[in-house]
């Protein structure tokens, strides 16, 4: 089975920089999503990582260490509507198709 | 990037009765997931949608629950049977077949 690890809630002022981390237990491991998700909407994808790593997409960043089962999704310079619920998903590939398991997800609020 | 589409966007449905839930991708692809996310919690793997041959459900849903269709390499739908107020959560298809695991737009199901 998978135990996918997040916290469940984190805080954060507008401009500031925030860390959400995400430990995972698998096997067959072959990849890890992070998404995004506002209230009452659908996922939206931000980032997978296969090998470790800091991958950089404008203001988030998104970190994988495969020997830790440990990733992270860094925000930078946070926006209020950076608020909204982040999902750490790790994937199995099975015959072409990659499924995953999502973590609870981490609900994260930016204010003023 | 894909472009996936689902119909109803929500509902409101009453205890006993059924819903089938459409989605529509734009382009060919094997396999689709099914996934339901229930108020407040992360996404949940019901099943997978295969072309030409019966869905493989996970742990927990059974067809006659959940029964899926999927008559071509576009579509698929999925229908809540016999619902109970506890079906109550957003159903969402995907398309595994490629990294990002693009999402639909989702089905808010409420059941009285």
């Known amino acids: 089975g998978q135990n996918i690890d997040q916290p469940t809630e984190m805080t954060a002022t507008e401009g500031a920089i925030v860390q959400i981390n995400c430990t995972y237990q698998t096997s067959g491991f072959n990849g890890l999503f992070w998404y995004q998700q506002h209230a009452g909407e659908a996922p939206t994808f931000l980032s997978y990582n296969v090998l470790d790593g800091l991958e950089e997409k404008g203001r988030f960043s998104s970190f994988l260490s495969r020997s830790k089962g440990y990733s992270y999704l860094l925000l930078k310079e946070l926006q209020m509507k950076d608020s909204a619920s982040y999902l750490c998903?790790?994937?199995?590939?099975?015959?072409?198709?990659?499924?995953?398991?999502f973590g609870r997800g981490t609900s994260l609020i930016v204010h003023p | 990037s894909a472009v996936i589409s689902q119909k109803p966007s929500r509902d409101i449905c009453q205890r006993g009765t059924s819903l089938t839930i459409q989605c529509q991708v734009d382009?060919?692809?094997?396999?689709m997931f099914w996934y339901r996310q229930q108020p407040g919690q992360s996404l949940t793997l019901i099943a997978t949608?295969?072309?030409?041959?019966?869905?493989?459900?996970e742990s927990g849903f059974v067809i006659d629950k959940f029964p899926i269709s999927r008559p071509n390499l576009t579509f698929s739908t999925l229908t809540v049977s016999n619902m109970s107020p506890e079906d109550s959560s957003i159903y969402l298809c995907?398309?595994?077949?490629?990294?990002?695991?693009?999402f639909g737009p989702g089905t808010r199901l409420l059941v009285l």
């Open positions: 995907s398309d595994p077949t490629r990294e990002t695991q693009y």
């Open positions: 382009s060919q692809v094997t396999m």
């Open positions: 949608a295969n072309q030409g041959s019966e869905a493989t459900y």
């Open positions: 998903a790790v994937t199995q590939s099975s015959g072409g198709s990659y499924i995953p398991t």
